[in-house]
């Protein structure tokens, strides 16, 4: 990574990664699994899951397959998005086709991690100039006054926060008046997982976002009661086949959409980019956090995102 990045609970220091490849005829189909810290997955345990049913992938498994052998998680991801990918190199179509979903460009939040000083975040988003969309990462530690630096760094920007589960409800309701008054757009993940049952009821002057609170459908239900909108990485819902799916169902109960990432290279930007089509929030900055990307790579111009449209993940 080109920097420590610090969320609440974590800090990010380097990328585990598992890269799946399936060859069938000739044709190869990858995919990328990020573990998901706060789930505790290791890359060691992901690889350990996937050679389990290396038997059933050589035997020619289908995506449907993958979803009862697979739990939700990197793992799974990483083999469905490689199903995804090997059959669209087979039919020589591109991802785009076989999921129905038109491609376009797409603006990118750019992350700001926790720094010691609120003047050191401004900083940050001082620099991302190029970038319109600002994501604050933040904890229990003068939130207010950190949101208050970057915005006057970033009078232009639209700006969102993620509190990786660090505030108390207390703090939250403290918070939401400054933050609408800094114009914040949303707050992703106040509470904990699975301590967020206070939220049902609330009415927040600023729309909120669940993030570790629905990793897929089976938790859509609690989140519905308790969030505006739904934040799909690919690493929790186990892939793009289950991601399309809850994106469709949350958006069917009225939901709000965002796009996120476990950090990864281009390789897992790429089906999360299909979901991106999707969604109101864009969070598909993971690659400009490492030293190197996987090759070829996600187009970044001007803080918006764009995929390759052949010889990439997804397109012959």
């Known amino acids: 990574m080109t920097a420590r990045f610090v969320i609440t609970g974590h800090v990010f220091d380097s990328l585990e990664a598992v890269v799946v490849a399936v060859e069938q005829d000739g ?21 350990e899951q996937i050679e389990a049913i290396r038997p059933a992938i050589e035997a020619g498994v289908s995506r449907s397959e993958i979803q009862e052998l697979l739990p939700h998680g990197g793992a799974r991801n990483a083999v469905d998005c490689a199903l995804w990918d090997l059959e669209a190199k087979q039919k020589q179509v591109s991802i785009w086709e076989l999921t129905g979903v038109e491609p376009r460009q797409r603006r990118t939040a750019f992350t700001l991690g926790i720094q010691e000083r609120p003047e050191l975040m401004a900083e940050q988003a001082a620099r991302a100039r190029d970038y319109s969309l600002i994501k604050i990462k933040l904890n229990d530690v003068d939130p207010v006054e950190r949101v208050t630096a970057v915005r006057a760094a970033r009078p232009d920007a639209e700006i969102i926060i993620d509190a990786n589960q660090g505030f108390s409800f207390d703090l939250l309701k403290s918070v939401l008046g400054p933050f609408a008054d800094l114009n914040v757009a949303m707050v992703e993940q106040p509470l904990p997982r699975g301590a967020d049952e206070a939220l049902e009821g609330f009415s927040s002057p600023i729309p909120l976002c669940a993030d570790e609170s629905c990793l897929h459908r089976g938790e859509l239900q609690a989140a519905l009661q308790r969030y505006d909108m739904i934040n799909i990485k690919l690493d929790k819902t186990g892939g793009l086949t289950e991601a399309l799916a809850l994106a469709r169902e949350a958006r069917e109960a009225g939901k709000g959409l965002m796009v996120g990432n476990m950090l990864g290279t281009s390789l897992s930007m790429a089906p999360a980019f299909v979901i991106a089509q999707l969604c109101d929030f864009v969070d598909l900055d993971g690659p400009l956090n490492l030293k190197s990307d996987a090759m070829p790579s996600m187009h970044y111009r001007g803080g918006a995102v764009e995929a390759p449209r052949s010889q990439f993940w997804g397109c012959p």
């Open 27 to 47: 044709k190869v189909g990858r995919g990328e699994g990020v573990p998901v810290y706060y789930l505790q997955e290791r890359s060691e345990e992901m690889l």
